[in-house]
């Protein structure tokens, strides 16, 4: 089992806030990946905590548009801790991703319906939960930590 405790923000935590907005998404992957290869996280864990980070920050922009949304990480022993809180009380509801071939191609601009994300952070993570907080809850995926 990985463990992390409860840090506050210094060399080995990071927090960054955020209006929920669709280009957060990117910044948030750019700020994980800068952080991680910082900390010298091996790259399967650096690829790892980029794709969690993307999907709970696509889940809290979609659950809270143009509200304030925070990103938190965390190293400690041999785990990362990736997290966002937004300000919806509401808990995520995973759901099915759509596996049917169109009659036709898509264009790119057509969005993708979704679903993948749980099975993603599933896989990925050790473990993974919410936290209900203040005005909000926080998302929460831990993950081993390997090192370069």
């Given at each position: 089992?990985v463990?992390v405790?409860r840090?506050?923000?210094?060399?080995w935590?990071?927090?960054?806030?955020?209006?929920?907005?669709?280009?957060?998404?990117q910044?948030?992957?750019?700020?994980?990946?800068?952080?991680?290869?910082?900390?010298?996280?091996?790259?399967?864990?650096?690829?790892?905590a980029v794709?969690?980070?993307?999907?709970?920050?696509?889940?809290?922009?979609?659950?809270?548009?143009?509200k304030?949304?925070t990103?938190?990480?965390?190293?400690?022993?041999?785990?990362?801790r990736?997290?966002?809180?937004?300000?919806?009380?509401?808990?995520?509801?995973?759901?099915?991703p759509?596996?049917?071939?169109?009659?036709?191609?898509?264009?790119?601009?057509v969005?993708?319906?979704?679903?993948?994300?749980?099975?993603?952070?599933?896989?990925l993570?050790?473990?993974?939960?919410v936290?209900?907080e203040?005005?909000?809850?926080?998302?929460?995926?831990l993950?081993?930590?390997?090192?370069?």
């Open positions: 089992m463990r405790e840090t506050v923000a210094g060399p935590a990071l927090r960054r806030g955020f209006l929920a907005t669709p280009d957060v998404v910044q948030g992957r750019l700020i994980v990946e800068s952080q991680a290869l910082q900390w010298g996280l091996a790259e399967e864990t650096v690829e790892a794709l969690i980070a993307s999907e709970l920050l696509t889940n809290a922009v979609r659950a809270t548009p143009h304030p949304v990103l938190r990480m965390a190293l400690a022993g041999d785990g990362i990736v997290e966002v809180w937004d300000c919806s009380s509401q808990r995520p509801r995973a759901s099915e759509d596996l049917s071939m169109p009659e036709r191609p898509l264009g790119d601009d969005p993708d319906p979704g679903g993948w994300g749980r099975g993603i952070i599933d896989f993570s050790e473990e993974h939960g936290r209900v203040f005005e909000g809850k926080s998302v929460w995926a993950l081993r930590a390997e090192f370069r």
